[in-house]
């Protein structure tokens, strides 16, 4: 029996995809004319991730990345909260993950299946396996810098981690 | 009119919950199938329960199922709201007794419509 090669994301999903899976998430998510601009800017120094993982046919993650400041002005502006209320580290993980998963969760519905969806996790970034397994959306919000990663798993079946790009 | 809005994220529960209220309806909200379930048990019982696939403990599908399965809850009317799309996956829901779909991210207009289409927007609100 031969195994196929799993196909890299980059054959599976295209920037304007996710492109457009992030219209749609961030007026209902993040607020009324609210949206990520895929105009990059400067990375911060500090970043926090949320990701959800998918596993199916093609197994790897979808991470949210941003500074730890935006993650906070993104949560106050999810969860609709206004001065003095303070938002905490739960509240973060709570709407940076929510994000994470309805970005994830919509991306999964692009892809072959049928595929599961792991809950949102909130940290640093897990790593990234084969190097043209990745698409790499860099944007902004509010100024911002924020980026959408849909990376495939280190551990992925059938790939080889920092193979050589396909033309 | 009353709901239950079930989903693991305090965040989702908030939008959901907010754009219910103000529909007009009074709302409880559970963080996983299993607190619903205690919900649903103390007594409140909802004319529509908003219920997401993906939750630790107890999921949605189970929570759909488990609800089905009491003859006492037999006129709660359930909707998924989630980001699972696969056609597979609305398909399951739907067998296990899930009345609606509604798919993350929505619009406020979206849930109105989903209500409207249940007979559940409360007098006074136009569809």
Redesign the interface.
Known sequence: MTLSRAQPITQLLDAETVQNIAD??W???VGDGEAFVPVPVAPPAEVLSAWVTISGPWNGAVVLTCAPATAEAL?ES???TRPPTVVDDE?VA??L??LA??L???I??VLP???A????QIGTAPATGRLDDVRRLDGQWRGQSLTITVQGATGAPHTDRNEVPQP | MRALVIDDSRAMRRIVGTILKDFGYEVREAGDGRQALDVLQEGFTPDLCCIDWNMPVMDGLQFVMSVRANPAWRQVTLMMVTTESETGQIVKALAAGAHEYLIKPFTADAMRDKLALLGLLPEGVTA
């Open positions: 749609e998430v007026p209902s998510l949560t999810v969860l609709m509240d709570d709407a993950g929510e998963n309805v994830g969760g919509n999964k519905s299946g049928p595929s969806l792991g809950l949102p």
